[in-house]
């Protein structure tokens, strides 16, 4: 997958967010650096050859210390090249070391540019927010933003307006659940050209859900730092394992008929993620494409007829199993629902992971392990599970298991 060859686009940016610049040189540093070097090599290569913006939607800097803005101006002053127009906004970790007014203050002194921002390239509107009070927008910012999204608006009803603040908009993208605000929604429904742009949860971009369309366009940025996820039934938490092996950015066009192609790229592998999201008509709710309607479907996952499943490691009180990954259509399998039952059907143990789709290379299988059993008979019972909600018909069953 790539760039469409298709869409003849007259303007293209890169989003990223939840940066973490910390004190001291991280791999977070080696990440942006390496996304806004590889943002140039994929344009380069196209007939269209710019990289016109950058946006980086809060949590740049993982305390806000001087330190940590003078080392993220320096990231930007070596890579972005003549040509390409870059707009920060700040949220809840720029503002954790001195304070918000503190953070401010800096953030125009390093960057000399203002927190919020109203620009117009290539004949489309971006606006910019930064918060308040860590991860809100008081009636002072409220009131900013309903001016300038009406002067967008103005220009071209039908054009899709660029929009960027660091928390999710409660109730739309994955993510939002946990690391979304409200403040904002009642504003920006009055505008569908509205295509939103958000960090906060550290959510993977490659969820299908990461993209939303209700009122307007919901998009998540997810993170150049580590994974969360926004569930809570796993058996270690919201945080995957390996969840630092995390780096994805999002790449945009749009052409001159006003559409929208949204690019997903994982920085770890250097490859997009294959699928690309399509916008044609932003401002008609009616030509949405990625819906609540998507949870209204009988697509399942299925386990294939040569999966298995390997008890490895018995001990007295316990096992591991290791399973082949199932398979969905179009998509990837979300999570794993793993079993352990008595000859009976008693479940004795219910544990529940990720299918780990938000790595590019996803191992072809998965190992879970049970302790503290008594001894006896049992058998291992899975079931695999789409992000829409359906489950597979038929489990994956393991031989008995003697302890």
């Known amino acids: 997958m790539g760039f469409d060859k298709n869409f003849k ?3 293209r940016f890169m989003v990223v967010s939840d940066v973490h610049y910390k004190d001291e040189h991280t791999v977070e540093r080696d990440r942006m650096e390496n996304a806004i070097r590889t943002a140039y090599a994929l344009s380069e290569k196209e007939c269209y050859d710019k990289l016109d913006a950058l946006y980086v ?24 090249k003549s040509g390409t127009d870059y707009t920060l906004s700040l949220a809840s970790h720029e503002f954790g070391c001195e304070g918000e007014q503190a953070a401010l203050d800096k953030f125009v002194e390093i960057f000399k540019q203002e927190p919020d921002s109203h620009k117009v390239i290539n004949g489309y509107h971006f606006i910019s927010v930064t918060c308040t009070n860590g991860c809100h927008f008081d009636d002072k910012k409220q009131a900013w933003v309903a001016k300038e999204l009406e ?19 409660m109730g739309t993208v994955y993510g939002s659940a946990n690391w979304g605000e409200d403040e904002l929604t009642a504003i920006l429904m009055n505008y569908p050209q509205v295509i939103d742009f958000s960090g906060h949860s550290h959510a993977p971009i490659n969820d299908p859900r990461s ?15 580590y994974f969360e996820l926004d569930e809570f039934d796993k058996v270690y938490g919201t945080i995957p394992p390996k969840d630092d092996d995390a780096a994805q950015m999002l790449i945009v066009e749009a052409d001159a008929e006003n559409r929208v192609r949204i690019y997903p790229y994982d920085l770890i592998t250097g490859n997009f993620f294959p699928f690309t999201w399509k916008i044609d008509s ?26 298995k499943i390997e008890i490895k ?19 990837y399998v979300d999570d794993y629902n793993v079993y352990v039952k008595t ?15 938000y790595f590019y290379n996803m191992p072809e299988k998965l190992s879970v392990s049970f ?12 079931y695999a599970n789409s992000f829409w909600r359906t489950r597979s018909k038929k489990p994956l069953v393991s031989e008995t298991i003697k302890l």
Request: proline fraction near 5%; glycine fraction near 6%.
């Open 9 to 11: 686009p007259v303007l």
């Open 57 to 80: 939607v809060g949590d740049f800097a993982n305390s806000g210390s001087r330190k940590q803005m003078e080392a993220f101006k320096a990231t930007l002053d070596a890579n972005v």
């Open 151 to 169: 002067i967008a608006a103005k220009d071209d009803p039908k054009r899709p307006i660029f929009f960027f603040q660091h928390p999710h908009i």
């Open 211 to 225: 993209i939303h369309q209700r009122h307007f366009t919901c998009l998540g940025t997810g993170t150049l730092s």
């Open 282 to 307: 932003a401002w008609d709710v009616d030509s949405y494409l990625y819906t609540d309607a998507r949870y209204r479907t009988e697509k399942a996952p299925w386990f294939e007829e040569t999966s």
């Open 313 to 331: 490691d018995v001990k007295a009180e316990g096992f591991t199993v290791e399973f082949d990954q199932a398979k969905v259509e179009e998509e």
């Open 343 to 357: 000859p009976d059907g008693v479940t004795v143990r219910n544990s529940t992971i990720w299918s780990e789709y």
């Open 371 to 382: 302790e503290g059993l008594a001894a006896g008979e049992y058998y291992v019972e899975i």
